[in-house]
């Protein structure tokens, strides 16, 4: 007969067996990107925010959260193969819900208007609309930390390739009129290509300028500037900006200046220009003229950007249904107590270390009648088109 010490050993050794097992069956299952769908499930604004996972039988993982529509991971393969996440973010919903020490537009679906818009106000009709003033004097990204990129969308997953993102937005939300049903739908192709279409209706006239706020390094090392990427951008003129990064109504050529990238070349061969708008914004921060939009259309079966890193030779090229694209390039990044956060990994980012194409209409164009409107009334609808590339070169 066991002695009773002996026997509470055996029961020790067998409870230690069972908590190992335990343990090891809780392990979290990590995305390819890295990720832990565990820390993006909870509640926000009474609603449920999980990450969902879009893949392709080439190694292509797109990780979003449906706060805010936003991709927290693109994982492409690189030249040998390797999966590559090549955007920035952070690996938890508490630092993308944090509007105050974290706050932050990483690879949000913005709404309801993209880029900034002067005095936070325009004239609609018989009507002059008064937006909430975030950017200073100004309304940028709809409002910022009260914008769509900080609500809470209904999510479908359809498959493993598609997730559609819905948001009903009140009228007099920051300003803008008009109850809008909005939908956001992410794709990833057998090919490779990440797609997003925007969609909405309104019951009265509004505006709306839908884009996806993804920074982009395609070296996939986020402790280094994007310097060495590889640009092209299909335009022959850009809108210029005043230091408060507000278009100043004209069109200029970039023929000549630090602005042409119609032949592709490094960013960093001219981030650090003596050029009067690369001075006011330090760096790239400008809404480009693309060619592939003619005679009231954008034709989104050509390429309108590109994107490009020797080191691992990823290839991404850009197609849009827009007029513009803004180029960013992390200006604000890496600067003053933005240098300290820690995001994916742990990774705390240096100033310029991506660059951003936003398709979109110019920004302010409701104030220049002369530019592509983005008013939107009752019994039409809303449609945008973006489309990411990605391969190796």
């Given at each position: 007969?066991?002695?009773?010490?002996?026997?509470?050993?055996?029961?020790?050794?067998?409870?230690?067996?069972?908590?190992?097992?335990?343990?090891?069956?809780?392990?979290?299952?990590?995305?390819?990107?890295?990720?832990?769908?565990?820390?993006?499930?909870?509640?926000?604004?009474?609603?449920?925010?999980?990450?969902?996972?879009?893949?392709?039988?080439?190694?292509?993982?797109?990780?979003?959260?449906?706060?805010?529509?936003?991709?927290?991971?693109?994982?492409?393969?690189?030249?040998?193969?390797?999966?590559?996440?090549?955007?920035?973010?952070?690996?938890?919903?508490?630092?993308?819900?944090?509007?105050?020490?974290?706050?932050?537009?990483?690879?949000?679906?913005?709404?309801?208007?993209?880029?900034?818009?002067?005095?936070?106000?325009?004239?609609?009709?018989?009507?002059?609309?008064?937006?909430?003033?975030?950017?200073?004097?100004?309304?940028?990204?709809?409002?910022?930390?009260?914008?769509?990129?900080?609500?809470?969308?209904?999510?479908?997953?359809?498959?493993?390739?598609?997730?559609r993102l819905t948001i009903v937005a009140p009228a007099g939300e920051n300003g803008f009129p008009g109850k809008v049903m909005a939908t956001t739908t992410y794709k990833v192709t057998?090919?490779?290509?990440?797609?997003?279409?925007?969609?909405?209706?309104?019951?009265?006239?509004?505006?709306?300028?839908?884009?996806?706020?993804?920074?982009?390094?395609?070296?996939?090392?986020?402790?280094?500037?994007?310097?060495?990427?590889?640009?092209?951008?299909?335009?022959?003129?850009?809108?210029?900006?005043?230091?408060?990064?507000?278009?100043?109504?004209?069109?200029?050529?970039?023929?000549?200046?630090?602005?042409?990238?119609?032949?592709?070349?490094?960013?960093?061969?001219?981030?650090?220009?003596?050029?009067?708008?690369?001075?006011?914004?330090?760096?790239?921060?400008?809404?480009?003229?693309?060619?592939?939009?003619?005679?009231?259309?954008?034709?989104?079966?050509?390429?309108?950007?590109?994107?490009?890193?020797?080191?691992?030779?990823?290839?991404?090229?850009?197609?849009?249904?827009?007029?513009?694209?803004?180029?960013?390039?992390?200006?604000?990044?890496?600067?003053?107590?933005?240098?300290?956060?820690?995001?994916?990994?742990?990774?705390?980012?240096?100033?310029?270390?991506?660059?951003?194409?936003?398709?979109?209409?110019?920004?302010?164009?409701?104030?220049?009648?002369?530019?592509?409107?983005?008013?939107?009334?009752?019994?039409?609808?809303?449609?945008?088109?973006?489309?990411?590339?990605?391969?190796?070169?």
């Open positions: 007969m066991k002695s009773f010490k002996s026997t509470l050993i055996g029961l020790s050794a067998t409870a230690l067996l069972f908590a190992a097992c335990a343990q090891k069956q809780q392990a979290p299952q990590l995305t390819v990107s890295g990720l832990d769908p565990a820390k993006f499930d909870t509640i926000i604004q009474e609603k449920p925010v999980k990450l969902y996972t879009l893949k392709n039988a080439n190694g292509m993982e797109v990780c979003i959260t449906n706060y805010g529509g936003r991709i927290v991971s693109l994982c492409v393969p690189d030249k040998d193969g390797k999966a590559t996440d090549v955007v920035l973010g952070f690996d938890n919903i508490a630092q993308y819900a944090d509007t105050i020490n974290t706050p932050s537009d990483y690879g949000s679906s913005v709404g309801r208007y993209a880029n900034r818009i002067k005095n936070g106000q325009f004239i609609l009709g018989e009507d002059t609309i008064q937006l909430k003033k975030n950017d200073g004097p100004n309304c940028l990204h709809g409002g910022g930390n009260t914008g769509w990129m900080h609500q809470v969308y209904d999510a479908t997953q359809i498959g493993d390739s598609i997730l057998a090919d490779n290509v990440l797609d997003m279409t925007w969609e909405a209706e309104s019951d009265k006239p509004t505006i709306i300028n839908q884009t996806n706020h993804n920074y982009y390094n395609l070296s996939g090392d986020f402790t280094q500037p994007a310097y060495d990427q590889v640009l092209y951008v299909n335009a022959d003129n850009f809108t210029p900006s005043d230091k408060l990064y507000i278009p100043t109504g004209e069109i200029k050529p970039v023929e000549g200046t630090p602005m042409d990238f119609r032949t592709p070349h490094a960013v960093g061969d001219s981030i650090q220009s003596e050029f009067d708008q690369i001075q006011n914004a330090t760096g790239y921060d400008h809404n480009f003229c693309l060619n592939t939009y003619k005679d009231g259309k954008g034709d989104d079966t050509q390429v309108c950007a590109s994107l490009y890193s020797p080191k691992t030779g990823i290839f991404m090229e850009m197609f849009t249904n827009e007029p513009g694209v803004q180029v960013y390039s992390g200006n604000f990044q890496g600067v003053g107590a933005d240098k300290d956060i820690p995001r994916k990994h742990g990774i705390t980012y240096p100033k310029h270390v991506s660059v951003c194409l936003e398709s979109q209409k110019y920004p302010d164009s409701p104030n220049h009648p002369e530019w592509v409107q983005p008013v939107l009334n009752p019994g039409e609808k809303y449609f945008s088109h973006a489309a990411y590339k990605f391969s190796i070169k």
